[in-house]
């Protein structure tokens, strides 16, 4: 085997390595056989005495691997602290508008649901606000009817009239439910597109 194909066969399987390393092991072993051929042995013969590429290889990796990381310095852990300390109030505020600007998000959100519902909720409200005046009403129109007739038959009709404000705006609030419950379905969608995109931008 020639130097060149030597070397070249090594810096293959040393490809795992970073460069600087691997050149580092390419030009130690590249010495090593001009060493030997300025003793007087052939390329080749030189190449011989220094191994198979593969087993090198191989060794040098396996005493890389069985290499323990290096522990961290004392005085970068202490640094590291001291910039935590001094830099506190910088991140500390850029941590806190962070939350704020997320929880003011989420106000923001629950207020355009609120604002969505403000409509069917009153609506219902009417409805259920119509339908208690209606059962008082008929009910003291019975016993004022046996008292003043004319006070009772009043009574009766704000009975009737609050029957038929709950039956309109039950019907009301069932409409307009069901058409909120499309807007806020779209709402939802239209908030998690904006947010997918958001996701994807940053990607």
């Known amino acids: 085997m020639k ?5 070249s066969s090594l810096e293959r399987l040393l490809r795992s390595l970073k460069r600087e390393e691997r050149n580092r092991f390419l030009s130690y ?3 090593m056989i001009a060493d030997y051929m300025e003793n007087g042995c052939e390329e080749e013969e030189a190449v011989q005495r220094i191994g198979n590429p593969g087993e090198i290889a191989q060794e040098i990796l396996s005493d890389r691997d069985a290499q323990p990381p290096k522990p961290t310095p004392t005085w970068m852990k ?3 602290i001291v910039l935590l300390v001094l830099g506190s109030p910088l991140w500390g505020s850029l941590v806190l508008v962070a939350i704020c600007c997320a929880l003011s998000a989420v106000i923001m959100v ?3 649901y609120v604002l969505i519902w403000c409509i069917p909720f009153i609506c219902g409200v009417f409805s259920v606000s119509s ?3 209606a059962l008082v009403s008929t ?3 019975a016993i004022l009817l046996f008292q003043d007739t004319a ?3 009043v009574q009766m009709g704000l009975g009737i009239l609050f029957a038929g404000a709950f039956l ?3 019907l009301l609030t069932w409409e307009v439910g069901k058409k909120f419950v499309v807007v806020t379905t779209k709402f939802s969608r239209w908030l998690a597109g904006l947010f997918q995109k958001k996701r994807g931008v940053k990607a």
Not at 3 to 7: H, V
């Open 3 to 7: 130097k060149d194909e030597f070397l």
């Open 29 to 31: 072993y590249s010495e």
């Open 78 to 80: 202490a640094g590291v």
């Open 110 to 112: 629950l207020c355009a």
């Open 131 to 133: 339908l208690f005046l």
């Open 139 to 141: 009910v003291g129109s």
């Open 151 to 153: 006070t009772g038959l």
């Open 168 to 170: 309109v705006t039950t």
